[in-house]
């Protein structure tokens, strides 16, 4: 008996489903492209050396391509990902979960950006100045705000007005 077009649309759909339950979720990038910085990883945009700065740092994985772009600041990865004009397939993003890393010297504790907790508007300050704090879980964003101020956004809600590049480099203090 030949399948119809139908039968075969939901094999290929169950299939699909089963691939997906099996491995990583479809929504989650895969922990195995993380990179880890180290004292020579510089930023994409503007070249600073990650390990010299303070707060959150990120890194987005592109199709096609073997190496990720880094950022020495959470802000930074936001706005190239928010641009109307950004047309490269985007593999994964990750964020340093800052509930674990260190604020000052953050190593590791590489977390998907897309499922991280984000707290914008507080006082703590990152490469550029102001930035976003990225955290794996709500309870340690929370945590955070009470202690710094700011307000707990999920990744869908951080705006590209949120992100304006307006020359960050006049927020840097170590200029």
Known sequence: MTPTPLRRLLLVALTSGLLVACGQPADEAPASLVVEIDQSTACALDGMLLADYPGPKAQIHYEGRAEPDFFCDTVEMFSIYLKPEQVRGVRALYVQDMGKANWDEPRGHWIDAKAAWYVHGSK????????????????????????????????????????????????????
Not at 127 to 135: D, E, K, L, R
Not at 144 to 150: D, K, L, N, Q
Request: net charge negative.
């Open 124 to 175: 703590r300050k990152g490469s550029m100045g102001p930035t976003i704090a990225s955290f794996g879980s709500e309870a340690d964003a929370q945590k955070f705000v009470a202690e710094y101020g700011g307000k707990v956004y999920r990744f869908e809600a951080v705006t590209p007005e949120m992100v304006a590049l307006d020359g960050g480099a006049l927020h840097d203090q170590r200029m």
